[in-house]
């Protein structure tokens, strides 16, 4: 696929910049068609998208074939993330930020990626251009910054 037909900030800097839509319960981040382009492995794992935005998942999360396929553990603290290598080049069907703290990705190879928030640190944190940012605070709940 083609990432620059779809994100004309790919390739323009000047393009528009993709606003996440707030509603009631969730923030819908509109990184639909943005390709994984990298995946670095440290204490987290991070999800580096064209079009500047990164997934850092810091806490335990499950990747699955589909909503209610078997599920594998992604475990970043621990460095096993294997789960997560097929990510690298999938495209971004839709990404969900819960206001309750939770992350959903869904990918176009049909992989479903959620990180639920944990009790004592931020499990996940989404950030874009223009200072962008989303944080599942710890014990639950949404963090969010960007422009006006």
């Known amino acids: 696929m083609n990432t620059a037909a779809t994100n004309p900030a790919a390739t323009n800097p000047a393009a528009p910049i993709r606003r996440p839509v707030e509603q009631e319960d969730r923030w819908i981040l509109n990184l639909r068609g943005l390709a ?7 204490f987290r794992l991070t999800l580096v998208l064209d079009g500047g ?57 049909g992989l479903h990626l959620v990180c639920r928030p944990d009790a004592s640190y931020e499990a996940w944190q989404v950030t874009g251009p223009q200072d ?12 969010t910054w960007g422009p006006s």
């Open 132 to 143: 962008q940012r989303f944080v599942s605070r710890p014990g639950g709940g949404l963090a």
């Open 36 to 42: 994984v382009t990298r995946i670095g492995v440290d």
């Open 53 to 109: 935005w990164e997934v850092v998942l810091e806490a335990p999360a499950r990747l699955s074939d589909g909503p209610i396929g078997p599920r594998r553990p992604v475990l970043p603290e621990t460095q096993d993330v294997a789960a997560a290598l097929p990510l690298f080049g999938a495209t971004v069907r839709s990404a969900v930020a819960f206001k309750t703290g939770s992350l959903r990705i869904v990918f176009d190879s």
